[in-house]
């Protein structure tokens, strides 16, 4: 009898696998991608960096003529002088007290001199240089020699532009930007060709920020 029951048990067995794997049909398309999950929270604010020298700002060329009235002044340790104002509003306490401000004199169109700047005439020696304040940039000449003292006026086709170069100066030396590595003294010596390849600043004055 339980060699009858086992024997039945088996067909039935045999009779479903055939049927379920004669009923299996193809696989179906892959089912639509369920919505995004909700988006992570925000991380915390990183610290502020060191103010580096990615924003170097600088002027166009003017010419004397176009920087108003030149007129007597007196300065300490000069006397009197000729003196004009430049506004410079990217000159901020910030960069007086930890950037480099760098002033050119052009004279032709091949010819930039960094100032102060002096030349001889005769048993005399003519000055130019430059005082630097908040929003502005001070030029003056000089005579030396002369007696009483006294400043001379410049061409006016002559002109002037200035480069301020943003602070980020740790040990006497940049700490990034394209200045990285280079001393404050070392940036003042470089020629007027060198800054502006340097810093990729047009020599035109175009472009100016």
Known sequence: MCMKKLIFS???????????????????????????????????TGPAGATGTAN???????????????????????????RWIRPAPGITAAVLDNGVILSYWKVS???????????????????LGSVTA??????FTSIFGASPAAGWTPNSGAELRYILIPGGVAGGRFT???AAGYTVAQ????????????FNIPADGTNVK
Do not use: H
């Open 134 to 139: 908040v929003g502005k940039i001070t030029y």
């Open 109 to 127: 169109a091949v010819i930039y001199t960094a100032l102060p700047y002096q030349f001889p005439s005769g048993t005399q020696t003519y000055f």
């Open 176 to 178: 990034n930007g394209a």
């Open 56 to 82: 170097v700002i600088y002027s166009s060329w003017a010419t004397v003529g176009s920087l108003g009235t030149i007129i007597d002044s007196g300065f300490a340790d000069f006397g009197t002088c000729k």
């Open 187 to 198: 940036i003042k010596s470089m020629s007027y060709e060198q800054v502006i390849t340097l």
């Open 10 to 44: 088996l067909a039935i067995i045999t009779a479903s696998t055939i049927f379920l794997t004669a009923c299996k049909g193809d696989t179906g398309p892959a089912g639509t991608a369920g919505p995004a999950g909700p988006t992570g929270a925000t991380g915390a």
